[in-house]
């Protein structure tokens, strides 16, 4: 497995300089970070996410990093592992396809902590996203192949968090090496499927990840070594060769219901079919799902917290249903206690069609039946998910859904000052700007009482 040219490629990736890279990329760069961002400051204020932080204030009491949930103050270990809590807590960031994970989240809290203290340029923080991206998807499928199953997130983001916060703590090429080598063996083994059979804050064990990638920085920063990590088989070769040259960033899709993606396209179908045939609650006698197999295995109950909630098949598609969308009040609040919630939720049966079997995971199709009270019945075509990275979604459209997701929480004054900074920020000016317009608007919380589950 020793491969001296490759592991040389693979550093002298991560020590890339943003101004290396083409438009396109920087762009693209850009937009991703505006996306985690929205997200991360939204998901700060759940429960997922404060219990994170009392349990890290509790375990990690100094230092000079910030939970963002709180302001309070931990050391970089405790904030990576808060901070990459509440990226996922919402289950509204990015996604690959074909690892069916969430690249971006898998790195992001830990990254955004790091960057902290760094006094780092604006270019240098989004280098670093691009390097983590690239990282984290291509470890994701040499993992994939090399153990033979499906790792989840929290693995091979793992590998993503130490590319990128070695890079932003500027490690020599010498502990970088070693830190990926660390985070190759120590990475979390994260079975997400059993958080589709029995939903639990483990999710899809991405907080896990991005506190054992920093531990394996701070490892690495002290002397321990690692050697070899699996993308460095010459069976994976292909995946080095193209560092620099393709981007797989390009194909992450991105989500705009706060809810496992298996969802997203039964609540596309049902929302169409009421909106394009004016149907009410009221009139609906039942509703039937036809999907791939993997998504009946989500939960298919009346949900009690936010990970029920989530990682369910029925219950979003029921939010959509009454509440009109399925956004963070309705997947982490009380209001999934609405006394329709379970009622409806009897109405909608799952049905595993085959046929879309055959072109899972890079399609997740379903359609949808309602049939009335009356008797009359409606059907609509499949539908793919929205957000896929074929629709091209635009800067337009993450602004909009940052927007939508934070402003429940935030004032629009707020929400606005971090889009444009993100957007405007000259790339040579320092991120702590940046940064400091993200901390306001993941701390400003306009209905504190409101009680999250």
Known sequence: MKNSVSYDKLINFIDSDFHSFSEDVKNQAKKMFLDLAGVICAGAKNNTSQTMADYVLNNYPTGEYTILGTGKKTNLIGAALANGMASNALDLD????????????????????????????????????????????????????????????????????????????????????????????????????????????????????????????????????????????????????????????????????????????????????????????????????????????????????????????????????????????????????DSRVKENIGKVKFHHDEEYDKVFPAKRLSRAEITLKSGEKFKSRAYEPDGDCNEKVSISDIKKKVHKINECYSKEDTIQNMIDTILNTSYDEPFSGVLKSIQKCALENNIPNVKHI
């Not at 020599?172 to 958080?195: H, N």
């Not at 531990?215 to 292909?238: C, F, H, R, T, W």
């Open 94 to 337: 990015d996604g690959y396809s074909l690892l069916r994970g969430h690249p971006g989240a898998g790195f992001f809290g830990a990254l955004i902590s790091a960057a902290e203290n760094q006094n780092c340029t604006y270019g240098e923080f989004l280098a670093a996203i691009v390097v983590a991206y690239e990282v984290s998807i291509r470890q994701g499928y040499a993992i994939r192949d090399f153990y033979g199953w499906d790792h989840s997130s929290g693995s091979y983001g793992t590998f993503a968090t130490a590319a990128a916060v070695s890079k932003i703590l500027k490690l020599s090429k010498e502990q970088k090496k070693m830190a990926l080598g660390i985070a190759d063996f120590i990475m979390p083994v994260t079975p997400a499927k059993r958080s589709c059979y029995v939903p639990s804050m483990n999710k899809d064990g991405i907080y896990w990840g991005q506190h054992t990638g920093v531990q394996a920085v701070m490892m690495a920063k002290s002397g321990i070594s690692g050697k070899n990590p699996v993308i460095l088989d010459e069976k994976y070769k292909e995946y080095i060769d193209s560092l620099g040259e393709k981007f797989y960033f390009f194909d992450l899709y991105i989500k705009f219901y706060s809810c496992c993606r298996w969802a997203h396209s039964p609540i596309k179908a049902v929302k169409s079919l009421m909106e394009e045939n004016s149907i009410k609650l009221s009139e609906i006698e039942s509703v039937d799902i036809y999907s791939f197999g993997n998504a009946g295995t989500l939960y298919q109950a009346a949900p009690q917290n936010e990970d029920e909630a989530q990682y369910n098949i029925l219950y979003p598609i029921v939010a959509q249903m009454i509440f009109g969308g399925c956004g963070p009040l309705e997947s982490s609040t009380e209001k999934m206690l």
